[in-house]
């Protein structure tokens, strides 16, 4: 199944660069746009399932963004983030046709839960919560893995793991960038815990052809079909 895709639309380029990046380790696909006329082609061509969109912008602000696409008939779902904190401008967002409103600054967690929750009652399926690569499948939901049709016994470390890599599939993660996701913790630099899971993954997940994990001499680990 294909994640969700996501169009960030923020002038700030360092908020928009971190917000896709944060949503893509959650399993979402995202472009981006700088403005809102940028924006609006994005969404035309694109299709996106979700639009966060700052209110603050020059030229097109996030308000009339929205406006021109529910007047067009657009009911692409809008996300707004904004700095302001009025009941005023909240009910306007929502008026136009916003589905949920989050005020700056916010924690990534929350962002992500409305996406989440934006797309559920929109009607559409967190689909990010199944996971394939060739014939290795991970259901979020079951808490289920499997290669081949079989299922694949993961220890929570091995899963949360392999998920990581899943949800990062053709891009190599360093040693260090496991180690932050995937145990939360600084291991002194000390990459060889990673070394061992990755080995435990390759034992249950690469048994049969083809391979899906690789490593990638001195940079990382990377999931793909070679």
């Known amino acids: 199944m294909a994640n969700p895709r996501l169009l960030i639309v923020d002038d700030e380029a360092n908020l928009r660069s971190m917000l896709s990046a944060a949503l893509r380790h959650h399993g979402f696909d995202?472009?981006?746009?700088?403005?809102?006329?940028?924006?609006?082609?994005r969404i035309a061509a694109d299709r996106p399932d979700l639009v966060v969109l700052d209110v603050m912008m020059p030229d097109l602000d996030g308000f009339e963004v929205c406006r021109r696409l529910r007047t067009n008939g657009d009911h692409t779902p809008v996300l707004f983030?904004?700095?302001?904190?009025?009941t005023e401008a909240k009910v306007r967002g929502l008026t136009l046709g916003g589905d949920d409103y989050l005020q700056k600054p916010f924690s990534l967690d929350e962002l992500v839960a409305?996406?989440?929750?934006?797309?559920?009652?929109?009607?559409?399926?967190?689909?990010h919560n199944v996971h394939e690569l060739a014939d290795l499948t991970m259901d979020d939901d079951a808490h289920r893995v499997t290669r081949a049709g079989?299922?694949?016994a993961l220890s929570?470390?091995?899963y949360k793991l392999l998920?990581?890599?899943?949800?990062?599939q053709g891009r190599v993660l360093s040693?260090?960038?496991?180690?932050?996701h995937v145990w939360e913790y600084d291991f002194g630099g000390d990459g060889g815990v990673v070394e061992t899971y990755i080995g435990y993954l390759r034992k249950k997940v690469?048994?049969?052809?083809?391979?899906?994990i690789h490593t990638i001499r001195g940079v990382g680990y990377t999931l793909r079909v070679q």
């Open 175 to 180: 040693k260090s960038q496991i180690l932050d």
């Open 30 to 41: 995202t472009t981006e746009a700088e403005n809102g006329r940028e924006a609006l082609g």
């Open 206 to 212: 690469d048994q049969v052809e083809p391979k899906l």
């Open 150 to 152: 079989d299922d694949v």
């Open 114 to 127: 409305r996406v989440e929750a934006v797309l559920r009652r929109t009607g559409t399926a967190a689909t």
């Open 81 to 86: 983030l904004t700095a302001r904190d009025d």
């Open 163 to 168: 998920r990581y890599l899943l949800v990062n």
């Open 156 to 158: 929570p470390t091995e």
